[in-house]
Nanobody, 123 residues
């Protein structure tokens, strides 16, 4: 089991940037695909971005394409989400997650979840 801890959330004005980090513990980190999800108040948790273990494949939700970039450092056991041109609708709690593969990262009952970090974008 991989333990995940997110950080880097905060309050930012629309048009600004934030970089989220997810620290993973466990020696098998580099075997997993990693993903970022978010949940806004009153809404279901939704997929944001994912990256496979070899870092050659990335997926993004249409709503964040061109603005967000996912990356990972398999030596440091870290996953990052660079968020640019933030919009008020990006306000949510952001979670990182492991998955067996990038194609199955959205299976919510498979893999580990972090506790989340709050991102608030003011207009």
């Amino acid at each position: 089991q991989v333990q995940l801890v997110e950080s880097g959330g905060g309050l930012v004005q629309a048009g600004g940037s934030l970089r989220l980090s997810c620290a993973a513990s466990g020696r098998t980190f580099n075997r997993y695909a990693m993903g970022w999800f978010r949940q806004a108040p009153g809404k279901e948790r939704e997929f944001v971005a994912a990256i496979n273990w070899s870092r050659d494949t990335r997926r993004y939700a249409d709503s964040v394409k061109g603005r967000f970039t996912i990356s990972r450092d398999n030596v440091k056991n870290m996953v990052y989400l660079q968020m640019n041109i933030l919009k008020p609708e990006d306000t949510a709690v952001y979670y990182c997650k492991t998955g067996p593969s990038i194609s199955t990262i959205t299976e919510t009952n498979v893999g580990s979840w972090g506790q989340g970090t709050q991102v608030t974008v003011s207009s």
